[in-house]
């Protein structure tokens, strides 16, 4: 099994020193890029929830992109897989947690646009045909081992196509809507095309390189560690990549643009579940669906409840809350730390 041999030869203190230290550049990255997918929303005049799908949600997603032909290539397809997986539960439990600095509103209750709906629903049906794919062990009755890869990737591509309708022509609106005073936001400075699209450039190759690196390190300190690709994938890879979706969702709030955190998670989800074809690709061992087991689709069906929770709380808009947070909130990190109970009951440890 290839390795990169920069990270070989390493012992695990300073293999977890760099995978800090990149998780840290992506942290950095990942704070300074709702100022600017802001300004850029300004200027074009993209709706926040599309804005945080399209552009916000996709350079967030480049550590995933890293993390999964890396891990992919050099023989880790399961690592990658797990990242993927376990960074879409993890991105909803980033917004509950978020749900904090609103105060005395629930998110969910201060949002009230079809577009968001759309956008979480849309996962949840890409998360479905992801465990169809697992179950079925990549089998399908055509098109060979590349039908469910591509069957995910096209339905990734259609639901960002369905949500960019979906804000330009919208549906139907709440009349009366009592959020209006939390939804204000203060437009961004002028910020010129030249600064603006070279800090875009910039964040969004640091964000590539430091995911690239946590994907080696991570390999590296599974192997050595015994704690299996599996496990490392879905708690510790997919937190580090899922650092940029923690500080843009903060910085959306912060500039209380409440449909660009939400896009922005819901949007970045739909990019990651797109890279299971390129890791498809990219590996050389078996396909990977046949590969995953009942670990995996385990995982995907924690992020597919947990997203079902929190577009019910979307339909259901209460305003009441506990600790200051929405009773959808609760909810959700009380799914995920039940699901993430019953993975470490069928984690391989391999």
């Known amino acids: ?40 929303s300004d200027k074009t005049g993209l709706g926040q929830g599309f ?41 909803i439990l980033l917004l509950a947690l978020a749900d904090m600095m609103l105060g005395p509103r629930p998110l969910t209750s201060v949002v009230a646009r079809p577009v968001t709906l759309i956008q979480g629903v849309s996962g949840m049906m890409v998360l479905a045909l992801i465990i169809a794919g697992i179950t079925a062990d990549g089998h399908a009755p055509t098109g060979g081992s590349f039908i469910w890869p591509g069957l995910i990737f096209v339905a990734a591509v259609a639901a960002i196509k369905i949500a960019d309708r979906a804000e330009r022509r919208p549906m139907w609106q709440v009349i009366g809507r009592p959020e209006r005073v939390f939804s204000e936001a203060v437009k961004q400075g002028d910020i010129g095309w030249h600064r603006l699209l070279g800090w875009l450039a910039l964040l969004a190759i640091i964000i590539l390189a430091a995911g690239a690196t946590l994907a080696a390190t991570a390999t590296q300190i599974a192997d050595q560690t015994g704690m299996g690709n599996n496990l490392m ?29 939400i896009g922005e998670v819901f949007g970045s989800n739909l990019f990651n579940f797109a890279l299971i074809l390129v890791i498809h690709i990219v590996a050389s061992s078996p396909p990977v669906l046949e590969l995953a087991g009942p670990f995996e689709a385990m995982a995907a069906l924690l992020a597919l409840l947990m997203s ?22 609760i909810a959700v990190i009380a799914v995920y730390a039940a699901g993430l109970a019953f993975l470490l009951a069928v984690s391989p440890g391999k």
């Open 1 to 40: 099994m290839p390795r990169w041999r920069f990270v070989t030869f390493l012992p695990v203190t300073v293999l977890i020193l760099i995978f800090c230290f990149a998780a840290a550049a992506v942290w950095w990255a990942g704070t300074r890029l709702p100022r600017y997918v802001v300004a850029l």
């Open 51 to 91: 804005a945080g799908m399209l552009v916000l949600g996709g350079i967030t997603s480049l550590p995933e992109l890293a993390t999964a032909t890396t891990a992919a290539a050099i023989g880790a397809p399961l690592l990658a897989m797990n990242d993927v997986l376990g960074s879409a539960a993890f991105n």
């Open 308 to 329: 079902g929770v929190f577009v019910l709380g979307l339909v259901e808009r209460r305003d009441r809350t506990i600790f200051r947070m929405g009773e959808d909130s």
């Open 233 to 261: 994938g879905f708690l510790f890879v997919s937190a580090a990549t899922s650092m940029p979706e923690l500080s843009a969702i903060i910085g959306a709030i912060r500039h209380k643009r409440y449909e660009l955190a």
